[in-house]
């Protein structure tokens, strides 16, 4: 590749995303036996429009494009203000607005419908999370508040003396969210959860192998959310990209057969300084196109 389209490709974050693609394929490929072409390369892998696209600079002109048509939007007329006090209905919102004094509790006041929009439905119910970065504790008690006495917590942190958080319903594991080889010793203990909520380094790297050695281990249904990706050329976000970009990889025909990918990522959910990647409640075999009806335009496309 030209150097000087490398690094164009650089500085918007795709080349970044190479890792996530490979990541992507393996789970395709090691889901399906027998499919075994050894290629490394994720443009080529993809094949027809979608590899070339992604191969060459085209996909990253539309990136700069979307980009600077962002800058231009116009503001919109809401009055609304994320620094107004607790809406009503968010009970996450007013628990931290009722809290004064104890272990402490740090967020961006947005977050709270962004929680609430992804977890009300575990409320009440046995529920298994994950929390990296459990800081003073505050959160801690706010999630038992919230999702109720049936909730199960693993705390993850760096800090030795947060072992001091652990107590009924929450234990703490100690280590680095960074280390591929800590996850797999937690995952031996704590096998599946329904939650995972990275509050931990921030730094991209931390966020992308959590994400890789978690998401596999997520319920059926179970969400993912990772906060605090500050920065809109943070590389995290290229990491997304490349993740979820084969969830439309499944061609032009009326019919595709879904791959590991769709098994685990449903739906994926950008807002400011937090992704949420919602799992499926069950895997799809295949993907249909169907026509209903009797009359249809006549058209090349639809021979």
Known sequence: MPSGIRGLLARLGLVRATRSFRHA??????ARPGEEDGSTDPFA???GVAGSTLRYPESAR???????YAQRL???TSTGSTEEGAREGNPLEQFFDAYTEGPGIWKWRHYFDIYDR????????PVRMVEIGVFGGGSIQMWREYFGSQVHIYGIDIDESCRALEGDGVEIFIGDQSDPAFWASFLERSPTFDIVLDDGGHMPHQQMVTLECLLPAVRPGGVFI???VQGAFQPFHAFVDGLTHPLSGIGYAEQATASAVHDHVGSVHRYPLVTVIEKPGASAARFRSERHGTDFPTSKWLA
């Open 226 to 228: 990772c906060e605090d």
């Open 118 to 125: 992804h977890l009300s439905r575990f409320r009440g119910k």
């Open 62 to 68: 539309y990136f700069s494009r979307g980009y600077r």
């Open 45 to 47: 892998a993809l094949g």
């Open 74 to 76: 116009p503001r919109g």
């Open 25 to 30: 394929l393996v789970a395709r490929r090691d």
